[in-house]
Every structure is written in structure tokens, then in C-alpha cells.
């Protein structure tokens, strides 16, 4: 047994039922933190901070990592990180109480902060359910709440934008150019920092497991949590193998200075978020998370840089450029280096008519990424509409602009594109698609459901609706989505939904595709999405990323057809970004898993009867909920009258179907793809068609595919020592007569 603290992804956002009674009007705001600090200024109330902090952020694992290991961080019971720094910050606005507590005394105190916290929740969220409940009960219709002060809950009881394992990780990218400065004026680089505050967490994790361990053989709950969370210098030093010089610097930086007075309601700056580490009357220090040693280490040195006017504009380029960077590598990691280009300028005459940060090519598909790195500010979180719009408009829609400025440049024609090694950069004949990104560096609160409320965007046949994420998202899809396909496929189904579906994180609606594939039926009305969805994803990404024993894939799209047909069919369109065939990999990643499993039998099917034979065979499908269909041939040669045949082929079911769109794909005995033909016009009526296609029979559903080939040749006896149907080439008795 051993705990573990784990990131918190749980979104606490809790909704009013709205009933026909009034709403029962909570205490001011004001009011209910005066208790707070009251309560936070107790004697010992550190050891119920300790308490509700191994209660809220620490999860027990036993062997393998679970998702339902991770149950109690999705409760709405807990406090989540916002809260406790909240708690945290009250606490230090007098001298830290270390006094020793009974175990009633301090039981009492967590039952009247989860109590006072609840409370504050309820007032928070009042005003805007308010205004919703009058508009009901009136027969009005209901204002816009999301706005001013109705963004104040969001933003505060939002999920987390990040895993806490992501501040830790991405830091000496973010900052490894500014060692220097970081260096002279800090006493430490950032790598150090990193593996101080690493450290920090692995003896908080083992503290902690000792703690437990000790209370289940005496059969009784520890005295105090607070040693879990209490360091020493000398103790952090020696486990880090850091000099003990660059540790005490460390600690100067993030230590809690001050009297913490300017903290007055939600929103205002909390010195404890900037500076965790809280300084003790015993020459020990207290760090109650991991998150928010690695979130100060991810935020904080922007702030120290940016107080240096001198070295200001240095910090500030650094900052464009991580991004910058950061995405374009991350993507390359999917869709290779020759397919990412950087700061490209697109011109026209002479002439530059726009810049794209980041331009991925791949086959008739572009992802334009417009990079920012800018934060939301303390009087935006506070619930002031202009500063509000102003931040907004800075972080996203200003690269958005940018981005559908440079989309309309490249499909108009007659732009040169030059990246930032001054090569020409060549866009392919015609583009199918333009995904426009909208990517931050920083932790930006509730940022999915402001683009939700306030992003204005355009789109038109090519140009899709945009993305707007974090570099922590990119961060996750490309550690998820490793293959072109893959992540072009769910940014298509993403976008495509964007209308209909809400959620607390991007990383609940990527936790469900994962799960089961993001695909919304017309008649769905909008689809709320519950955090819970994505506790797959998130023991997969704590697996991967902190060494945990566990499964590191989630059950789902990428488990269930490994080894399959299906999958190498995949494998093989996205080698090589052929146009022809990239739809067809779209088409298929968009279906379920029957579907899926059909198209496997369908080609083990044909491929066996190939290679028992060697003629051609075929089969096609049609789609039971889409005006498409798809044609598979296995051809022992290819040829250009091979090609001729399949495009009829598919041509004739387009129109018998009535189908806007058709594929057709021809694999060879081995099971390799030869070539591909996409048809993607509106059906028209033609004498000639319907002449073609008089004496057409129907055919199947994907989704009720269930090929008589498959008995035909089950039926087709083999000898022990003929070669085997499997196209192994081995004989039969000692391959799969086995």
C-alpha cells in the first residue's frame, strides 16, 4: 500500500435545482470569509489543513494504478485546490499555529470548513441562478449569465488547466532560457528548481505512506497529518543531491514572506499560491501539495523576470518562443518534422499579409496554430467584464483573427510561404480542410467555456470551426493521439460538435473519445459531459508521466482493434498522406466498434480468398447513418485497369446509394493498401447511371456486415503441407492448423 498525490482534475462547478420554491437568499461573500479567517486563525488549525489535505489531494494505490482508485478526487464533497489555497492563504494572514490539537478539536474544525465552504459555493453561484430563477418564474426569457460576475464561479471552481506532473515537466523548456538570469539573481536554474521540488513530493508521498502504514497497525488514526507535509532543509538537500546552498535558495524564493493582508476576497492575489513553502518556528518549512510547489515553479519565475524592466523584453521573447516551440514539436512527434513548419510568412508581392506560428501540412489537410502566451488577470477573475473581454481578446481571439486572416491568404492562391530558415514552403494543389489552434502558454481558468461564450468565429467549406486549447492539451492529445489520423480524426469529430456538447475540460470530452469514439448523432440535443469520463485518461497520463505501475492506454478506440485489419488498413493510409485515401481513414476512425470489427472480418475475408486462388474478390458496404459507403478489393496485381475497375465500381454504388460520398480501396494478398479512390460530389440523376446500375443487388450495413465469404472459405479444404491461407508462408500444419 502507498499513497500518492495525485493531479486534480475534478471540476466542482455544482448546479442549483432550479424548483418552483424560492431560492433561499445565502450570507454575503464577505461575510462567510470573515468566518473563515476566524476559523483559520485557531489555535492548531494547521493540523486540519494537514487533515483535509491528505483527505482531498491524496489517493491510495494498491499494486496497479486504477481509474477507480481515483473515485474520491471526483467526489463533490472534496475541496479542490482552489479552496485550499483559499484556506491556506486565511490561515497565514496570522502567525502559523502549530499547536498540538485533539483529534475532536481538529475533527471540529474540518466539519465547520467543509461546512463554511459549501456555504461559500452557495453565495458565489447565487446571483447568477437567481437571476435564472425570476426569468423562469416570470416566464421571461432567461438572461445571459456567463458574463461579469457569472464567470466568477467558473473560473474559480473550473477544472484544473493542467496535470501537476506538466508544471513540473515542461518548466526547464519554458525557462531553460533564462538559467542565466534565473541563476544570477535566484541562486538556482531551472532544472535545479525541478528536482528540488520533485524531491519535496517523493518524501511527501513517503512521509505520508509511513504516517498511514504506523496508523493501521496501531489500529488508529494518526495524531497529526502535518508531518506528511514538513521539511527541513538538510532533509531535502541530501535526497536531492542539490547543494545545500542552492536548496536555501530555493526556499527564499518560494517561502511566504508576508502578512498576506491584501487577501480579502476570492479572486484577489493570494501570496500562498505564489510562494508555497510556509516557514515554521522550528527551522522546517510546510508544503501541503505537489500541485502547488510545480504550479509557483511554472508561474512564478514570469513574474520575478517581468519585475526586471531591463530584462523584460528578453523574458518576453523567451515566452513567444516556448510556445512557438513547444507546438511545433509536439507535433512534429506525430506528423513528422518534414510535415511542421515555423513562423511561417506568407507573401504577397512584396508585401507580408500574415505570419503563422506553427503550419502543419499533411496530404490535403492544414493546421494553422497561432500561439500567445498570455495569462488572465487578477481583476478578470474577480469578475470585471471589460478586463474580462480585454484578457480574452489578448489570449484568444486575437490568434484566432490572426489564423482565418492567414487561412483566406493561402486558399486565395498566389501567397509565397517562407518558414523561419527562409525555405519556400509549398501548399498542396487544393486543401481540403484548414484547422485553425488558438494555443496559450499559461494556465487560462475556465478557458473551454469562455471560448464557448465569447470566441466570434467564421467558417466556410474548408475552413472549420477553430480549437482553442492550452499547451497542456496539445501536451495530452499528442501523447494520446500519436499518429496523423489519430489526432486529425478527433480534431474533425471535436470541432464538429462544438455546438452541442459542454463540459468542465477539454480532457473530459478527449476521455470519451477515447473511451468510445466522439461521435454525436444529428439528433442530439446538447450532450453535459461529466468529469468522471475522464479518469481513464487520467490514470493513462500519471501512468506514463510519473512512473506509476499501470495500464498506460485507456480501454477503447486505441485497445480494442489492436492487431486487426482494420488497424493495419489505418496504418497504412496515414503512411503515406495520400489524398485518395486520407478520407477513407477519417470515414473509418469515425466508426463504432461493430463496424470496426466487420471491416476486419471483411478483409481477412477477401485477402484469404486471394491468396487460396489468386483472383480478385470484393466487398462493399454502405453506411446505416451517413450517405456514404466503401468499396474493399483484393487485387493479386495492381494495375491501371485494376484502379479503372475499382473507381467504377465505386462510382456505380455512389449512385445506386444516392450517397454524396464514396470510398474505394484495393489491398494486395499480403493485406498492404495498393491505392485508394475517394468520390465526393453531390449525387445527381443520370440515364447512363441508372442504366449502369439497373441490375445492381444490394448490399450490406457496416454495421450488420456478416460476410458469407468467411464460410466459403472455411469450407475450402487445405492439405497439412500446402502453404498456409494466412499468407504466412509456412505450411499449413505448422501455422494455423495449430
Known amino acids: 500500500m502507498k499513497t500518492k498525490i495525485s493531479a486534480k482534475r475534478a471540476s466542482q462547478t455544482k448546479l442549483a435545482n432550479l424548483k418552483g420554491e424560492a431560492m433561499e437568499q445565502p450570507r454575503e461573500e464577505s461575510l462567510i470569509l470573515e468566518d473563515l479567517a476566524m476559523l483559520a486563525a485557531s489555535p492548531g488549525y494547521a493540523h486540519a489543513v494537514a487533515y483535509i489535505c491528505n483527505r482531498d489531494t491524496i489517493i491510495q494505490i494498491k499494486g496497479k494504478l486504477k481509474p477507480s482508485d481515483m473515485d474520491r478526487l471526483f467526489s463533490r464533497e472534496r475541496l479542490i485546490r482552489t479552496e485550499l489555497t483559499t484556506l491556506i492563504g486565511l490561515m497565514v494572514k496570522k502567525p502559523l499555529d502549530l499547536s498540538p490539537q485533539s483529534c475532536e478539536v481538529v475533527e471540529g474544525y474540518v466539519k465547520r470548513t467543509d461546512s463554511l465552504m459549501e456555504e461559500l459555493h ?10 435564472i430563477f425570476e426569468a423562469v418564474k416570470a416566464g421571461t426569457e432567461p438572461p445571459d449569465p456567463w458574463h461579469g460576475s457569472g464567470m466568477r464561479e467558473p473560473i474559480f471552481y473550473g477544472t484544473e488547466s493542467a496535470y501537476a506532473f506538466q508544471y513540473r ?12 538570469w534565473m541563476l544570477q539573481t535566484k541562486g538556482f536554474t531551472s532544472s535545479q ?55 536555501e535558495a530555493f ?3 518560494f517561502l511566504f514572506a508576508g502578512d498576506n493582508s491584501g487577501f480579502k476576497e476570492v479572486g484577489d492575489f493570494n501570496e500562498v499560491a505564489a510562494r508555497p513553502l510556509l516557514t515554521t518556528d522550528r527551522g522546517t518549512v510546510l508544503l501541503f501539495s505537489h500541485y502547488a510547489i510545480y504550479e509557483a515553479l511554472y508561474e512564478s519565475p514570469f513574474f520575478w523576470m517581468w519585475d526586471d524592466k531591463a530584462y523584460r523584453p528578453t523574458a518576453a521573447k523567451h515566452r513567444g518562443a516556448f510556445t512557438e516551440q ?13 510535415h511542421v513548419h515555423t513562423n511561417v510568412n506568407l507573401h504577397r508581392g512584396k508585401d507580408i499579409v500574415g505570419e503563422v506560428d506553427v503550419l502543419v501540412i499533411y496530404g490535403d489537410r492544414l493546421i494553422i496554430v497561432q500561439a500567445k502566451a498570455k495569462k488572465l488577470t487578477i ?12 484578457d480574452f481578446a489578448a489570449a484568444i481571439q486575437d490568434a484566432y483573427d490572426q489564423g482565418w486572416t492567414c487561412a483566406n491568404e493561402m486558399l486565395a492562391g498566389g501567397c509565397r510561404l517562407i518558414d523561419d530558415n527562409e525555405n519556400e514552403v509549398e501548399l498542396p494543389p487544393s486543401v481540403k480542410e484548414i484547422f485553425l489552434f488558438s494555443l496559450v502558454s499559461e494556465h487560462y481558468p475556465a478557458l473551454a467555456f469562455q471560448a464557448n461564450q465569447s470566441l466570434k468565429f467564421q467558417t466556410t467549406d474548408v475552413i472549420r470551426p477553430p480549437f482553442v486549447m492550452d499547451v497542456f492539451l496539445l501536451d495530452t492529445l499528442t501523447e494520446m493521439l500519436t499518429t496523423p489520423l489519430r489526432l486529425l480524426s478527433y480534431v474533425k469529430l471535436r470541432v464538429a460538435v462544438s455546438d452541442k456538447l459542454m463540459s468542465g475540460h477539454e480532457l473530459t470530452v478527449l476521455g470519451y473519445h477515447l473511451s468510445q469514439n466522439l461521435w454525436l448523432d444529428e439528433k442530439d440535443g446538447v450532450v453535459i459531459l461529466e468529469d468522471s469520463v475522464a479518469q481513464d485518461l487520467n490514470t493513462a497520463m500519471i501512468v506514463r508521466r510519473d512512473n506509476q505501475p499501470g495500464d498506460d492506454t485507456p480501454v477503447g478506440i486505441l485497445t480494442k482493434m489492436r492487431g486487426t485489419r482494420y488497424e493495419s488498413l489505418i496504418k497504412e493510409i496515414e503512411s503515406s498522406a495520400n489524398p485518395a485515401t486520407l478520407e477513407l481513414g477519417f470515414h473509418l476512425l469515425s466508426m463504432d466498434g461493430v463496424s470496426c470489427e466487420n471491416i476486419h472480418r471483411i478483409l481477412e475475408s477477401i485477402i484469404r480468398q486471394a491468396q487460396l486462388d489468386g483472383k480478385r474478390h470484393d466487398v462493399t458496404l454502405a453506411s446505416s447513418t ?34 454524396a460520398q464514396w470510398f474505394g480501396v484495393s489491398v494486395s494478398p499480403a493485406g498492404h493498401v495498393q491505392f485508394g479512390v475517394t468520390l465526393d460530389f453531390p449525387w445527381e440523376t443520370s440515364e447512363e447511371m441508372e442504366r449502369l446500375t439497373a441490375d445492381m443487388k444490394s448490399m450490406s450495413r457496416i454495421q450488420d456486415a456478416s460476410p458469407h465469404h468467411l464460410r466459403e472459405v472455411s469450407r475450402q479444404k487445405l492439405g497439412r503441407n500446402d502453404p498456409c491461407h494466412c499468407g504466412s508462408g509456412l505450411k499449413y500444419k505448422k501455422c494455423c492448423l495449430s
Open 193 to 247: 528548481a525541478r528536482i528540488i521540488a520533485r524531491t519535496m513530493c517523493a518524501l511527501m508521498d513517503e512521509k505520508g505512506t509511513r504516517l498511514l502504514m504506523d496508523a493501521r497497525a496501531a489500529n488508529a488514526p494518526p495524531v497529526t497529518w502535518l508531518p506528511a507535509f514538513e521539511f527541513s532543509l538538510d532533509e531535502v538537500a541530501f535526497h536531492s543531491g542539490v547543494a545545500k546552498e542552492v536548496v
Open 251 to 253: 526556499f527564499r524564493a
Open 626 to 659: 451517413e450517405p456514404c459507403g466503401v468499396s474493399f478489393h483484393c487485387n493479386p496485381t495492381s494495375s491501371p485497369e485494376a484502379i479503372a475497375v475499382l473507381e467504377t465500381c465505386c462510382a456505380k454504388r455512389k449512385y445506386r446509394q444516392r450517397a
Open 326 to 338: 513547444f507546438a511545433a514539436r509536439r507535433l512534429a512527434g506525430v506528423f513528422g518534422r518534414e
Open 379 to 390: 481583476a478578470a477573475r474577480k469578475g470585471n467584464d471589460n478586463q474580462l473581454k480585454a
Open 169 to 180: 515537466d515542461l518548466l526547464p523548456e519554458k525557462y531553460g532560457a533564462d538559467d542565466g
Open 122 to 131: 452557495n453565495a458565489m453561484s447565487f446571483p447568477m441562478f437567481a437571476a
